[in-house]
Structure formats: structure tokens, C-alpha cells
């Protein structure tokens, strides 16, 4: 049964609404961040050898599309208020970290969108502090509902997810090494009108130290996309680097081709994650992919994109970001389209005190298709506060 949207007090009272509401969201932003500035230590208890963290956040945002499409014309200003509580130990052989969150997000003038987004996640690790250890271990695995802007149907959805991911790494000489990984998905949309999706791998990576801090790694990974029609299988191998590439240059890159059973001819596929310190006060970064992906439409979906970001420190207290992409979307079998989209965005931070922040922010997309419908463009403004206790 869907929960009832929790309406603001002055949702349905008439223009005012719209400024009271603001100056009710922002009387507890600076409230929160009095009580950050105040806090101590960043943790309100001790448990065991670990501790807990409490984060709150609100933010304001302006948007000019929220049903991502070119048929609604329609703006609105969303409140969104978050909570989590964050356990941490990272002390001795093995790391955990463990959370449990919920967001609020209240729309002014369509109040039945208003939605609560809750989430688990976990992460733990090992072994640390170890250094006679052949073997290290990581594993993930999170679940959250949420309501978002889907770009494949061109509207809002709702959907429960969950996901794990794992990866073993084995030492088998000084220079090289095997790594084994995992990971799983699935989705399931509210509306019928979507399709749910399940999607897994396995992978298997040999990894050789080219120089002390930076690794030439092949990795081969198969994966299967369940519908309920049909499935995706896709094999994959990649080439690739990961580590310091230089004094300043550090991340990881690869490259390759992945087959699917659905298609006779093999994709470009790439990962790349790469950031250089340009000096103390500035770093570039720049990410990219190109790979299969799940579709709410049961087709063959192909994801591609490239990412530029670069960041400023003004003073210890204040940053500057600046970031644009690029990217397309493919959609073949059932039916063919492709999506093409740029976007840019502008930040400001300011750090108060020990544990709070304040942020604004602009973000700009401009999206053409070969689907009238899904050809628009999209303007975001927000401002956000918050604090860790």
C-alpha cells in the first residue's frame, strides 16, 4: 500500500504557502548547523570498538522539469529533508560500516508527488593492519525505495532496489596477483508499466605490479540481465591500469569489447576514473563508461559517457566546483532509439565549524532524442545545509 504523502502545514493555503514553507525548511537548516557548530567530538555514542554518527541535511531545489519530458510543462520547488544514522569501526583486522537512512521530499505545488526514500547499507572489510596477508576482502550491499526522474521513460518512477557487490584479492607473487568479484541487482518498479530486472556477475581479473604504486590488470566478467521475456548474457574483456600513473595522476582506466547473445556484433566497452592534483588548491577529475544496462523496457540498453570535473579551494573553509558531461543512450531490439545529452554544473561549499556545511548549486541538461517526447532540456538550482553530530 503506498503511503500517504506527509503534506506541509501550508501546502493547500495559496501563494504564502510557498514562502512559509521556505522559511520553515530554513529555520531548521540553521538550526541544524548551530548544533553542528556546538557538537563535539562528530559522534554521539561509542559502541563496542566503533561509533555512531548522526548526519542531517535539508536542501531546496528548483526544478524546471521534473517529469524529465517534453509534454508537461511544469515547475516545481522541492524541500527535502534527510536523516542517517551511520555506525563505524575501523579499528583492528577487519572495517565495518553500517547506516540507516530516510529522506523527505515535499513538493510546493504538486503535493501528491511528495514522497519519504528510505535506505539501508552495509560495507565491511579486512583484513587491515595485516601486512603478512595474501588475501584481502570487501563486500557491500544496500536496499533502498525511492521516487526519481527516470530518463529511459521519460517520467518519475518508484522502485525498491537491492544490491551486493564483493571482491577477493589473492596474492600470488611479489608482482602479481588474482582478483574475483561479484556483483548483484534487482530492481522492481511500482507501476506495471515497467519492467523489474535482476542483474549479475562474476568476474575474474589477473593484476601485475608494472611499478610500485601502479598495476597492469586484465580482467574477463560475464553477466546475465533476467527479464521476464527474455535475458541479457554479455562477456566481457578489458585491459587496464590502476593506481598512481604519476606523482599527480591516480585512478584507474580500461578498456575493451563485450558480447551480448542477443546481437552478432561485440560493443566498445570503457571504464575510466582518473583525478590529477594540479597543485594544493586545485584537482581535475575525469570519469567515463560505456557498458550494457539494465531497461525498464526489457530491451537491449547501451550507456555511454565521459565526464570532466574540476575543483577549487578559495580559502580552508570555502570550495569551488565546476563540472560538464556527455553521454548517449541506446535502446535496440524490442525497439531502436538513441538519446543524446550534454549537461553542466556549478558548486559552492562552505564548511562552518568542525561538522557543518552549506552548499548551492546549478546544474544544466539538454537532452535530444530520436523520440520527440524524450527531447528537453532541464535547469536545477539548490541551496543545501547540514550537519554530523
Known amino acids: 500500500m503506498q503511503d500517504k504523502p506527509l503534506e506541509c502545514a501550508y501546502a493547500s493555503s495559496g501563494n504564502s504557502s510557498y514562502y512559509r514553507c521556505l522559511q520553515d525548511w530554513a529555520r531548521m537548516t540553521v538550526c541544524c548547523l548551530f548544533l553542528g557548530m556546538s557538537a563535539g567530538e562528530g559522534a554521539i555514542a561509542e559502541l563496542g570498538p566503533g561509533f555512531v554518527t548522526l548526519d542531517l541535511t535539508g536542501s531546496g531545489r528548483w526544478d524546471s522539469n521534473p517529469f524529465v519530458n517534453s509534454q508537461q510543462d511544469f515547475e516545481d520547488f522541492i524541500i527535502t529533508s534527510s ?30 508527488l511528495s514522497h519519504w526514500d528510505p535506505s ?17 576482502f570487501e563486500f557491500a550491499a544496500g536496499w533502498q525505495t525511492g521516487t526519481s526522474a527516470n530518463y529511459e521513460v521519460s517520467n518519475r518512477t518508484r ?28 530492481t522492481d518498479y511500482e507501476s506495471e508499466s515497467y519492467a523489474a530486472s535482476t542483474d549479475y556477475s562474476g568476474s575474474l581479473s589477473y593484476n601485475l605490479a608494472i611499478s ?25 574483456g578489458s585491459v587496464g591500469v590502476v593506481g598512481s600513473i604519476s606523482p599527480k595522476l591516480t585512478g584507474s582506466a580500461a578498456i575493451g569489447l563485450s558480447k551480448a547473445n542477443t546481437t552478432s556484433k561485440a560493443i566498445l566497452f570503457y571504464q575510466l576514473d582518473l583525478s590529477w592534483a594540479v597543485d594544493e588548491k586545485r584537482a581535475l577529475s575525469i570519469t567515463g563508461s ?10 537491449d540498453s547501451i550507456r555511454s559517457s565521459i565526464g570532466l570535473a574540476l575543483s577549487q579551494r578559495l580559502t580552508e573553509s570555502i570550495s569551488f566546483s565546476v563540472n560538464s558531461s556527455m553521454g548517449s543512450n541506446e535502446w535496440q531490439g524490442l525497439f531502436d532509439r538513441t538519446d543524446e545529452y550534454i549537461q553542466a554544473g556549478i558548486n559552492l561549499a562552505l ?8 552548499g548551492l548549486g546549478l546544474d544544466w541538461m539538454d537532452r535530444s532524442s530520436d523520440s520527440g517526447f524524450a527531447d528537453y532540456d532541464r535547469i536545477q538550482i539548490s541551496v543545501s545545509g547540514g550537519t554530523r553530530f
Open 290 to 299: 560505456r557498458d550494457y544496462s539494465p531497461s525498464a523496457y526489457q530491451t
Open 159 to 186: 522502485s525498491e532496489s537491492v544490491n551486493m557487490n564483493g571482491s577477493v584479492g589473492l596474492q600470488v607473487s611479489d608482482k602479481s596477483g588474482l582478483g574475483l568479484g561479484m556483483t548483484y541487482g534487482d
Open 120 to 136: 539501508l547499507s552495509m560495507s565491511v572489510s579486512g583484513p587491515h593492519k595485516d601486512a603478512s596477508s595474501t588475501m584481502d
Open 83 to 112: 536523516g542517517r544514522v551511520t555506525y563505524q569501526q575501523n579499528k583492528g583486522i577487519i572495517h565495518l560500516n553500517a547506516n540507516a537512512g530516510v529522506s523527505f521530499n515535499q513538493y510546493i505545488e504538486r503535493d501528491d
Open 212 to 236: 610500485p604504486k601502479l598495476n597492469f590488470q586484465t580482467t574477463g566478467r560475464y553477466r546475465v540481465i533476467e527479464y521476464d521475456i527474455a535475458d541479457l548474457e554479455s562477456t566481457t
Open 351 to 358: 564548511k562552518i565549524g568542525k561538522h557543518s556545511r552549506a
